[in-house]
């Protein structure tokens, strides 16, 4: 079984940072790739990162310039350094991956979520 969890999220002011983490346990084989999307009340789960095995990275319009995903393969583990947040950065993060585990499965995983406040 696979399991991802974030962790990092927490209250900030506009214009602070924040790093957030999303480690993947488990029997994995390989991380194909690994995004990170958010949920604001009242709106859909959107694309926020993501980054392919590879590096090939992708961002929202909106977090351009300033969020930037990484990911250390050897942990397992892929990060979204966020730096000029908003209040409309205000949202539940969460982490996705796609993953082949050591059964040869390919699945999506998701994690529970991790809240980020940006407010004065």
């Known amino acids: 079984q696979v399991q991802l969890v974030e962790s990092g999220g927490g209250l900030v002011q506009p214009g602070g940072s924040l790093r957030v983490s999303c480690a993947a346990s488990?029997?994995?084989?390989?991380?194909?790739?690994m995004n990170w999307y958010r949920q604001a009340p009242g709106k859909e789960r959107e694309l926020v990162a993501a980054i392919a095995s590879g590096g090939r990275t992708n961002y929202a319009d909106s977090v351009r310039g300033r969020f930037t995903i990484s990911r250390d393969n050897a942990k397992n583990t892929a990060y979204l350094q966020m730096n000029s947040l908003k209040p409309e950065d205000t949202a539940v993060y969460y982490c996705?991956?796609?993953?082949?585990?050591?059964?040869?499965?390919?699945?999506?995983?998701w994690g529970q979520g991790t809240q980020v406040t940006v407010s004065s």
């Open positions: 488990g029997s994995i084989f390989s991380i194909n790739a």
């Open positions: 996705f991956a796609k993953i082949q585990t050591n059964s040869g499965r390919l699945g999506d995983y």
